[in-house]
């Protein structure tokens, strides 16, 4: 398996994908995890105007800045409010997340078709960033649905997540006949390594997810329950494989759960969240129980 080069583009893989999504007639890119595209959909599309809808991946205004787009924000909130808001800004594209990151929120499928009627009047493209979506597969399909139905939508989505492999980077795009002609021959060859195809072309993708949706559910209640229990404020309504919650207490939880060696996301550097407030993982029931003792310990 090392000792040879990964397929230029692997057929097969491409084909379980597609199949998996319940994709028809959309084309699919593989590459080595989601930030992959991230970085490299800015230059192949040559945008110059981007909108991004807050919160979202903080690596998208990096990735727009660093090739020459100019980016704006709009908070979700608004946006929910008045949609027709996006056509102020004239942007050539809008990148924005269902399940949101960091709250887990879903945005309402109407709106994303909303959306992309927009873009689709303004010449541009819309970024529907799924990096979770396999945590909500009836949302995911609703989103595929909506993409086949209009040319200049871009789904993102990562396989690392639900198939707990961070360290075997697979990542893939789903997009239009008319996008795919755009960018294809511009992915270099070799993209993703032979283990992450490997490990994917022995997965039962759709077993794995059922099985990863019934545990994360059960356990993302738990903690839920825990954490309100606690004092913690719920932000959103988690859907995916993560909580974010807001402290009442003046302690760094972060610094705090550090030393019984346990990270958590500070959201300080996200929009429209402040000091204390946080994202944890959800993870097994013995790695959960650790996680709410820890806290208990903290605000003791």
């Known amino acids: 398996m090392l000792s040879r080069y990964p397929e230029v583009s692997p057929g ?13 007639s959309l084309r699919v890119i593989i590459g080595p995890g989601l930030t992959h595209f991230i970085y490299r959909i800015p230059a192949w599309m040559g945008l110059r105007r981007s909108l991004i809808i807050e919160p979202n991946f903080n690596e998208y205004e990096a990735s727009l800045l660093a090739y020459g787009s100019r980016t704006s924000s709009l908070g979700l909130g608004v946006l929910k409010r008045n949609p027709e808001i996006v056509r102020s800004y004239r942007p050539d594209s809008i990148f924005i997340c269902s399940p949101v990151n960091p709250t887990g929120d879903l945005v309402d499928a109407g709106l994303l078709r909303k959306l992309s009627m927009e873009m689709s009047r303004m010449g541009g493209i819309l970024f529907v960033d799924q990096a979770f979506g396999d945590f909500v597969p009836e949302h995911a399909e609703e989103t595929v649905r909506i993409a086949e139905e209009m040319g200049n939508v871009i789904i993102g ?3 690392t997540k639900i198939l707990s492999i961070p360290s075997l980077r697979l990542g893939y795009i789903l997009v239009s006949d008319q996008v795919f002609g755009m960018i294809r021959d511009r992915e270099e060859p070799w993209a993703v390594c032979e283990p992450a195809l490997e490990f994917v072309r022995k997965a039962d993708l759709k077993a794995l997810r059922d099985t990863s949706l019934k545990r994360i559910g059960e356990e993302r209640s738990y903690l839920m329950e825990a954490l309100e229990n606690m004092g913690f404020e ?3 309504d988690p859907h995916a494989n993560f909580i974010a919650f807001r402290s009442p207490f003046e302690i760094d939880l972060k610094k705090q759960l550090l030393k019984s060696g346990i990270l958590i996301r500070d959201l300080s550097d996200y929009a429209d969240f402040g000091k204390n407030c946080y994202r944890v993982a959800v993870r097994g029931r013995s790695e959960n129980a650790l996680l709410i003792q820890a806290l208990r310990n903290a605000i003791l």
């Open 234 to 236: 719920i932000l959103g």
């Open 12 to 24: 097969d893989i491409e084909k379980m994908i597609l199949q998996y999504t319940g994709a028809k």
């Open 157 to 159: 989505r990562s396989l």
